[in-house]
């Protein structure tokens, strides 16, 4: 037999068998729709043969000779037709009838089914044939009674048949519209064996080819096609979700089983594209579902679940579900839908593989996982420091950069990025560049790099932008070393974890955590700004009044969603303020100093847990707890400043262009006010602003003055005779 060439001559062959027993059907029980006078008039009036009940019973006619003859016809064939079938198949063309009977494991009278409800989607002349054998000019579609008189062999093929058409098996539930609970109902509704037998539309374009996926979907999904993997990186032998696959191959060699495969990871660590070799390995497509971009009402939801296992089963595809962001109740939406829709979907599904992929872990009992799914996990973690810089060399440096060795290892070091992040931010680093004319240089990429994390921490805290750098800073030689070696030890934590083999000692605990005490106003936040500055990090200064809650557990449900926030971006985390959540822990005696303690004992297993950069800072180092401390990777006091380094900051809170009265005395001014840096910057820039307003450079009176509204806040009172010398020269400064 000759093998099809395409879908269409399948069909059309398809279409033969389905013609010669219309004819058959017409013989058997009499009249013709294109010679019958009475066509016009089918089901709205009775003949007198139906009254005197003259008609042919179906079972009659099954067993007539005429209907074996044709029986034994379309049986054989049928097997010419399964034939050529065969053998297209094997010489690589998609018969999409074939494929869909294949992987939905259809009978052959299911399969005689579509064809019938698919004839009229053909060609139009198949509507007065079905009006017509329908004794229903309104009903124009083929009906459950039409299919069991045209498609059984014999009377008792009826039974097998009705249950073909019940709501569990897959010509229902998947290939005929109204499968997924939206059925015509109320006063209206016609009574079952009249029902029309249609098609759902995504049934009708993949067996005539007109659609590549169900445009429905459009919007927030996307198929992945095996042959689509060439430009993808490979997957390293020894990553652990090839190693869960093929031991779940190896325990599981049944190949109807479910795999339920969850990862997890930063945005563009490679969890798809894993995932896309994984389904082109067993020939499948993949379908990428984003929940982000699900509708919101239920029934449209429902719907659009229904479309997404439908498509998934047509195509033989695998689905992935991607959870965009880190929602603690992402998975919770529409979750029943979903269990019920992949069930459905691992039951009649031939090679099922569905994946749910996040930037957090989940546990099985978050998901929507299918009875009987065997479960696989694993992180797809970011790249090692030294797989970063091969990245950033040998893929994205051949580009061309100004930066030499050193600045590529650097920029490896600090920016903890996926593969795909890296490559994002090359392209976004040579944009800028190629704005100006030149190539990219360290600046760009540190610009670019700072710019692939895309998180939601603002909603958390409020970003700060660093404006201030070690010349800024005005501290003892101890505390700014503390600082910098602080610094220096986040730029190399990879060479010591990673390359040095540290990392292997100590699962957690590699984050670097800073605590910072003193008075108020001795700078604290601006050492924070200046270390964001230096490691070209952001700053995330933690809103208080958005994180704690007096409900139990909310607390730290906010705390989880602002760290793993957090780890996804890199940014610092700066807890002013920080003895109001980590204040010491009490002896309990009621439930609030219980839940206050776990609160306190949360935070301090989070912060050891942290990869990143976080920042405490303090008035009462007394009132921290012990455990907090232990877990500090530094403890940087900054002390009350003394009167030379007052004498500096008065001079650095002053900028260039600031007009200056030649009598400026800062010696003067350090030695008379004993206030901390705050203080004396709040007391440089009123005095900028009097000077501004009386159109003068800025001088020692209006220092004065500026200085008296300033110690009147702190409740202090300015001595008029240590100022004496610039009051005669300023009468309002005293007031």
């Not at 009649?348 to 996990?377: C, K, M």
């Not at 050193?406 to 944009?431: C, F, N, P």
């Amino acid at each position: 037999m000759e093998a099809y060439r395409g879908g269409w001559e399948h069909l059309r062959d398809e279409l033969d068998w389905l013609d010669e027993g219309l004819r058959t059907l017409l013989e058997i029980g009499g009249g013709n729709p294109w010679t019958d006078p009475s066509a016009p008039r089918k089901g709205l009036a009775v003949t007198e043969a139906e009254l005197r009940g003259e008609a042919a019973p179906d079972s009659e006619l099954l067993t007539s000779e005429r209907w074996a003859r044709y029986a034994e016809s379309r049986r054989a064939k049928e097997r010419q037709i399964a034939a050529s079938a065969e053998a297209a198949m094997r010489a690589g063309v998609g018969l999409p009838l074939a494929q869909l009977c294949s992987r939905l494991r259809l009978t052959a009278w299911e399969r005689r089914c579509v064809v019938l409800a698919l004839a009229p989607e053909l060609d139009r002349r198949y509507e007065k044939w079905f009006g017509y054998l329908n004794d229903d000019v309104t009903c124009k579609a083929a009906t459950p009674d039409l299919a069991f008189r045209l498609l059984s062999d014999r009377p008792e093929d009826r039974r097998a048949a009705a249950a073909a058409l019940g709501g569990g098996r897959a010509l229902r539930r998947v290939l005929l519209a109204g499968g997924d609970g939206n059925e015509e109902a109320g006063a209206f509704a016609r009574p079952r064996l009249k029902t029309p037998l249609r098609l759902d539309d995504r049934t009708v374009s993949f067996l005539l080819g007109t659609e590549r996926m169900d445009a429905r979907l459009s919007g927030f999904a996307e198929v992945y096609w095996p042959g689509d993997i060439g430009g993808l990186p490979p997957v390293p032998e020894d990553d652990p979700i090839r190693g869960a696959w093929r031991g779940w191959e190896q325990a599981v060699p049944d190949s109807g089983s479910l795999p339920f495969i969850h990862l997890w990871g930063q945005p563009g660590g490679g969890k798809l594209w894993r995932l896309r070799h994984l389904a082109a390995a067993r020939g499948q497509r993949l379908l990428a579902v984003r929940l982000s971009g699900f509708p919101e009402e239920a029934d449209r939801a429902e719907a659009a679940i229904s479309r997404v296992v439908r498509e998934a089963l047509l195509t033989g595809a695998g689905i992935v579900l991607e959870e965009e962001y880190a929602k603690p109740d992402a998975p919770a939406a529409n979750r029943r839908a979903w269990e019920l829709a992949l069930g459905l979907y691992a039951s009649f599904s031939r090679r099922p593989l569905l994946a749910w992929i996040s930037n957090v872990r989940r546990l099985p009992s978050e998901l929507p996982v299918p009875a009987g799914a065997v479960w696989l996990s694993g992180e797809a973690a970011p790249p090692s420091a030294a797989e970063r810089l091969r990245i950033w060399q040998t893929e994205i440096g051949d580009g061309g950069a100004d930066l030499t060795e050193s600045d590529w290892r650097e920029v490896a070091d600090k920016y903890r990025l996926t593969s795909g992040q890296i490559r994002r931010a090359w392209r976004q680093a040579a944009a800028l560049a190629g704005a100006r004319g030149a190539v990219p240089n360290r600046a760009d990429l540190e610009s670019a790099g700072r710019g692939q994390f895309r998180h939601r921490l603002a909603m958390l805290a409020d970003r700060m932008e660093p404006a201030r750098t070690w010349g800024d800073l005005v501290l003892p030689a101890e505390p700014l070393s503390l600082l910098k070696e602080a610094c220096s030890q986040y730029r190399h934590r990879e060479t010591v974890y990673g390359n040095w083999g540290f990392g292997r000692k100590l699962p957690y605990g590699r984050g670097l955590s800073v605590l910072f005490s003193g008075p108020p106003g001795t700078g604290k936040t601006m050492a924070a700004e200046i270390m964001a500055a230096d490691l070209g990090l952001e700053l995330y200064r933690i809103d208080l009044s958005r994180i704690v809650s007096k409900y139990i557990g909310e607390t730290e449900q906010r705390l989880s969603e602002l760290f793993a926030e957090a780890e996804h971006s890199g940014a610092i985390l700066f807890f002013d303020e920080g003895d109001a959540l980590f204040g010491k822990r009490t002896e309990v005696k009621d439930a609030h100093d219980k839940y206050a303690n776990m609160e306190a004992a949360y935070l301090l297993q989070r912060i050891e847990a942290y990869d990143g950069i976080t920042i405490l800072a303090t008035n009462l180092l007394q009132n921290m707890d012990e455990a907090l401390l232990r877990r500090m990777s530094y403890v940087v006091k900054f002390p009350f400043p003394d009167a030379a380094e007052r004498e500096r900051i008065f001079r650095v809170h002053l900028p260039p262009g600031a007009p200056l009265d030649g009598g400026l005395d800062f010696a003067f001014l350090a030695s008379r006010l004993d206030v901390s840096g705050g203080y004396i910057k709040n007391i440089v820039l009123g005095a900028a602003f009097l000077a501004a307003a009386s159109g003068e450079p800025i001088g020692m009176g209006h220092m004065v003055r500026s200085a008296r509204r300033e110690l009147q806040k702190m409740g202090k009172i300015l001595v008029k005779e240590l100022f004496s010398p610039y009051a005669d020269e300023n009468s309002e400064t005293f007031g």
